[in-house]
């Protein structure tokens, strides 16, 4: 999750009150949080602006929390193994 919309969250703001604080479309709002449009530096400004975030760290909005952290295939899988969650089966 990025942060913008952990921010978001925290403040129990949908998408469009968002957008509309910041003076950008609810679709781009959408795509931004989606990670699929980097906004403009005049965008990213007023998006922490909304927010009451620090000016000079409105790239920070833009990264993933750190609170997520994706996991890798491998990592899953030597859990899934020592946990007894897979199986080997030789009846194939």
Known sequence: ????RQEREQRGWSQARLARRARI???DMSRIEGGWLRPYPNQLRRL????DWPAQSADEL?????SE???SDQQTDSAAWS????SERNDL
Not at 1 to 4: H, P
Not at 62 to 66: E, G, N, P, R, Y
Not at 83 to 86: A, E, I, K, L, Y
Request: proline fraction near 4%; glycine fraction near 8%.
């Open 25 to 27: 479309s609810v679709s």
């Open 69 to 71: 952290r994706p996991v």
């Open 83 to 86: 946990r007894g969650g897979v």
């Open 62 to 66: 833009l990264v993933m929390s750190s």
């Open 48 to 51: 922490a602006k909304a927010l």
């Open 1 to 4: 999750m990025l942060r913008i």
